[in-house]
């Protein structure tokens, strides 16, 4: 044919293409018609000879390829590179988005075909996808003017260059770019996610948004990024900025030498937090302190229960010790209370031995975050003449000085001299204090301080793992070299040591492993090296599977790295032998002395004797706490509490109901001493099974600390935590109570309180222990009724079982933590952020909590006070950018909604509720003010506090 009939059906065929239209259920009728067609025009294309024709065909035949070519040819994208220059947007955004996913396959191609070790590589990859990166460069601005950042951003990571994103980004697309990158970088493998991350901080800065910018900068733990963000902000967002890092526990004293201006660093400080919490609780009516009676309401528990006299009437050291606890968590942070602050004081006496030093401590947390007060306060007890009173001072005085600073350093001064104090209480109560008070701050000073007590082959075992922990705290996520081969060295000389305190002894075999895990916290691949260096330098098998399962669960905490949750999963599969002798001796002992009950490997028929009300054949009761009998029926019950009720109520000190006091009478052969799951004083074959039991315990735990900041990955890491409780071992069903603690932190959800109200009734009495303070964990802070009400239902129920009611009053303590005014969830802003050292205190409660009859319901219940780390205001409060006064403006408060990838502008909040700031934020709760008068001064994210302005722009409405 001549060529101007060709040229002149070519354009036919152009122009009726891109003039189609096509409607849901319909495809253009030009691809209809011409798809018969394709394959003769591709044979006529490839004898054409080379001109203006030729290239006019390609154009053609490469948007006929998008519907018509073979699977995997990516003839779409042959033909548009051998086709003419124009736009490809000019064939519309279909076509376009199939060129998007041609582009990247051929990239991954052409580079796979390419030798990785060739020197010249980067050249001739570069030259190799040079024609593909010249589209790219056309399609990229095309789709993000279009509504498909989404789009955009895939295509660029599938030709690894998203460092290209920041040409093309303006200020009215960075907002859904940046939040796709963060969303992105969740499920990308290392070290991809870090690079996107780092992106969208460079889009942010780019588009003056510093707060955003600074969020992402704290994930990564980029302090360089955080200072060069900081020097460019104004006086304005510095302010800002001053009360994000605060928040985080971060503080920048210098920049480049340079002093950072003395305010701000006092709000990073958190020199404010108390006044604002105060703030907050005035303005909310709940400054009136509170007593345990009125947390306990036992009236509201059947008449016939015995918990009131145990409450009221017995003024036991146990139950005194309980109400401590519950009196310290209650009135958290209010500076009042009705027990330590009476004028008389009689309380701490009321306490015995180390009860005495929790009570003293507890003054820590009830004046929490106010330092000037506090100390004040706690100073007339550092000149008692108790021990255990003067050490409960010194952890005092590093508990109110929990996440704040202070330029003085009065925490280092007061304590720092009685490190080398001869009586091991005021050591232990100077080193915790030490790690409380300095934590996150890796102070060098405070690593001289301690070192030499945790490397000391002398020191005891309680001292060398409370020195440890207090290390692992101040150094929390910092990945120190140094520390690290300390800590591993002293792991390694006490694994192998066969006399003194060895790693088979008390706290040492969980304590050593959790302290060097948070050195490490979320550094995710710089814990490898140290990994290595367990299997080369650490003895026992046992011991290093212990180290590198708690190391590799702290390093990649928050993170969702799938493959660590395969491993941890593998380590629970594998089923200790449960009948060996030494554990089921053991637990019988723990079964008779603590519940009365049989353990999980006793006979039926002793097991279906001794069940609590509510069980039969060995089956779980699946009524709620409030549906069960409210006092146990069984004789063996019946003996065994009266046993330890007559202990408690003969005034006995805590240590009442261990397993050495309580076992004597009630079980003639049981061990004179306490059995531990830590004592691994046996055979070889004895460590092998209890350090692996161990190892499963903190494998569970793993998969919760991985897994927990992103809500796909908690779902299904539940899901795991239910077949674990049916198919795993003793030891993997002991810790997944305390895995549902973790996942959901201050967010009580029903299921998951059914869930664990149904394991408070196991025939594991650890098991029950576990179950309870999770409940505790879940809404701890929330005030929830609902869980309040079963763990009243609990005291009555377990009201003759000491060490059972124990855990139940501390967790009624956390249910009601700060009258409702805190959370203890180390997740923040909008759950982007994890705050290391929160997780650092959170983390030392749950693996001390693997072991509690060593632990808490001996003499180291003062551990319970880490969570002073954890616990923060949950609040939303305004502040004037230029007083930072309160502003009671309007704020509306509803359930967040996720709008990664949603078209247009949609609404961020669902079922919102409108009120006055300061307002409460629970768990999956986001605000934004309700009112044009006012706009955030810096910051997007309406969390703890925000600086805010009149808005220039407003206008009055007319009435």
């Avoid at 669960?553 to 969702?560: L, P």
Wanted: proline share 4%.
């Amino acid at each position: 044919a001549d060529e101007g009939v060709r040229r002149l059906a070519l354009e036919s065929i152009r122009s009726e293409i891109r003039s189609a239209t096509s409607s849901m259920t319909s495809v253009p009728k030009p691809l209809k018609f011409l798809r018969e067609h394709y394959v003769p025009l591709k044979a006529y294309y490839d004898t054409m000879p080379a001109g203006e024709l030729k290239v006019f065909l390609a154009d053609i035949l490469s948007v006929l390829a998008m519907t018509m070519a073979e699977e995997g040819t990516r003839e779409s994208l042959k033909f548009k590179l051998e086709g003419s220059s124009d736009a490809p947007d000019t064939w519309g955004h279909e076509y376009v988005r199939s060129l998007c996913g041609e582009i990247g396959q051929e990239y991954a191609a052409r580079v796979e075909a390419l030798d990785i070790e060739d020197e010249e590589f980067a050249a001739k990859k570069k030259e190799g996808v040079k024609d593909l990166m010249g589209l790219v460069a056309e399609i990229v601005p095309f789709l993000l003017s279009n509504s498909a950042q989404t789009e955009a951003v895939d295509l660029l990571m599938e030709v690894d260059s998203l460092s290209h994103l920041y040409q093309y980004v303006n200020s009215a697309t960075y907002e859904r770019v940046c939040l796709y990158l963060q969303t992105c970088a969740l499920y990308l493998p290392e070290p991809e996610d870090a690079e996107a991350l780092h992106e969208a901080a460079r889009i942010y800065r780019k588009c003056g948004k510093l707060c955003l910018a600074m969020r992402i900068a704290l994930k990564l733990r980029d302090m360089e990024l955080a200072k060069a963000i900081f020097t460019e902000a104004d006086a304005t967002t510095k302010k800002q900025l001053a009360f994000d890092l605060g928040r985080h526990n971060v503080v920048l004293n210098e920049i480049d030498g340079e002093e950072v201006e003395e305010a701000l660093v006092e709000i990073m400080g958190n020199s404010k937090q108390s006044e604002l919490f105060l703030s907050l609780a005035k303005d909310l009516e709940v400054l009136e302190a509170k007593h345990p009676d009125d947390i306990y309401k036992s009236h509201l528990v059947d008449s016939n229960s015995s918990t009131a006299s145990l409450s009221g009437n017995i003024d036991s050291a146990r139950h005194n010790l309980a109400s401590t606890f519950v009196n310290a968590f209650v009135n958290m942070g209010f500076c009042s209370d009705k027990l330590m602050s009476a004028e008389e004081n009689k309380w701490i006496y009321r306490n015995k031995d180390h009860g005495m030093m929790s009570a003293a401590a507890s003054l820590g947390m009830i004046l929490l975050w106010d330092v000037d007060v506090g100390l004040t306060k706690i100073d007339k007890y550092m000149y008692s003449l108790e021990d255990n009173v003067k050490a409960g001072a010194l952890l005092a005085v590093g508990i109110v000085s929990a996440g704040v600073r202070n330029d003085c350093d009065p925490a280092l001064a007061l304590l720092s001299e009685h490190l080398e104090n001869p009586a091991s209480s005021l050591k232990v109560g100077a080193m915790l204090g030490l790690g409380v008070a300095y934590a996150g701050t890796c102070r060098e000073d405070v690593l001289e301080l301690l070192v030499p007590i945790a490397a000391d082959a002398g020191a005891s075992g309680d001292i060398v793992a409370f020195a440890a922990l207090a290390l692992g705290l101040v150094f929390v996520g910092s990945a120190n070299a140094d520390l690290a081969a300390t800590l591993l060295q002293v792991i390694a000389e006490r694994a192998e040591s066969s006399e003194g305190a060895t790693l088979r002894d008390g706290l040492l075999i969980t304590v050593l492993p959790l302290a060097l895990g948070l050195v490490f916290l979320g550094r995710q691949e710089a814990s490898e090296a140290v990994v290595e260096s367990i299997r080369a330098m650490v003895g026992p098998q046992g011991i290093q599977d212990i180290c590198s399962t708690a190391l590799e669960a702290c390093a990649y905490a928050c993170t969702g790295n799938v493959l660590k949750i395969q491993s941890f999963l593998h380590i629970c599969t594998e089923h200790v032998d449960d009948v060996d002798h030494e554990s089921i001796e053991m637990d019988q002992t723990v079964s008779v002395s603590f519940s009365g009950r049989g353990d999980l490997d006793m006979p039926d028929a002793a097991a279906g004797q001794s069940q609590p009300p509510g069980t039969e054949g060995g089956a779980t009761p699946d009524a709620s706490p409030a549906n069960s009998s409210s006092s146990p029926d069984t004789t063996t019950m019946d003996q065994t509490a009266d046993q330890a009720s007559s202990q408690s109520a003969g005034g006995a000190n805590e240590e009442a109901t261990t397993p050495t006091a309580a076992s004597s009478g009630a079980n003639e052969a049981a061990p004179a001493t306490p059995a531990e799951p830590a004592d691994l004083s046996g055979e070889d074959s004895e460590l092998v099974d209890v350090a692996k039991a161990i190892q499963q315990s903190i494998a569970v735990l793993g998969i919760a600390m991985v897994s927990m900041q992103e809500e796909i990955g908690v779902d299904m890491a539940m899901r795991m935590c239910g077949h674990l409780l049916q198919y795993g071992s003793r030891a993997v069903r002991r810790a997944v109570p305390l895995a549902y603690g973790l996942l959901m932190i201050s967010n009580p959800q029903i299921t998951v309180m059914e869930a664990l109200s149904k394991l408070t009734h196991d025939v594991d009495a650890e098991v029950v222990q576990a179950s309870i303070l999770a409940l505790g964990l879940i809404s701890a802070g929330t005030n929830n009724s609902r869980v309040a009400g079963i763990l009243r239902q609990l005291a009555s129920y377990y009201s003759k079982v000491p060490s059972q009611l124990f855990v139940v009053r501390v967790a009624q303590g956390l249910v009601h933590a700060g009258k409702g005014l805190v959370t203890m969830n180390p997740l923040h802003s909008e759950r982007v952020l994890m705050n290391p050292v929160a997780m650092g205190g959170l983390l030392t409660v749950l693996f001390c909590s693997l072991d509690m009859k060593s632990t808490f319901l001996s003499k180291h219940h003062y551990l319970l006070y880490m969570l002073s780390l954890t616990a923060k205001p949950r609040m939303l409060t305004c502040l004037s950018e230029e007083t930072l006064e309160p502003q009671a403006v309007p704020v509306r408060v509803g359930q967040a909604v996720d709008t990664v990838g949603q078209a247009g502008r949609p609404k961020t909040i669902t079922g919102f509720q409108t009120h006055s700031a300061p307002v409460l934020l629970s768990a999956g709760e986001r605000a934004e003010l309700a009112t044009e008068e006012y706009i955030p001064s810096a910051s997007t994210v309406l969390e703890n506090v925000v600086l805010i302005r009149r808005n220039p722009d407003f206008v009055e409405p007319t009435k």
